[in-house]
């Protein structure tokens, strides 16, 4: 199952601005992968830049992200969404 993460903190800035537009974001580009949000513990999570996401395939991290670039999130989120479908029906025709 695909899921898209953010590691974000409460106190952090850019990842309240990631929160609170990632979910209009993903309908643009039409990603339906549920979207999850983590508070940062630095015992749990080992990332260099707040906020970070990830997206994960069956518990697999395939795609990770740091920032929150209103460009290279929608990327990320049409990447997420074509390899969940590529992995989904395969590449035989």
């Not at 899921?3 to 339906?32: D, R």
């Not at 906020?51 to 670039?69: F, H, M, N, S």
Request: glycine share 6%; net charge negative.
């Amino acid at each position: 199952m695909s899921q898209i993460t953010i590691i974000g903190a409460s106190w952090c800035a850019p990842c309240k601005y990631l929160k609170a537009n990632i979910e209009e974001w993903a309908e643009e580009t039409q990603c339906e992968i549920p979207i999850t949000y983590e508070e940062y513990d630095e015992e749990i999570h080992h990332v260099k830049k707040l906020p970070t996401t990830v997206y994960t395939y069956d518990g697999l991290e395939k795609q990770r992200i740091e920032g929150r670039d209103k460009t290279q999130m929608k990327v990320f989120l049409m990447n997420a969404e074509a390899y969940g479908e590529f992995l989904k029906y395969g590449y035989n025709d």
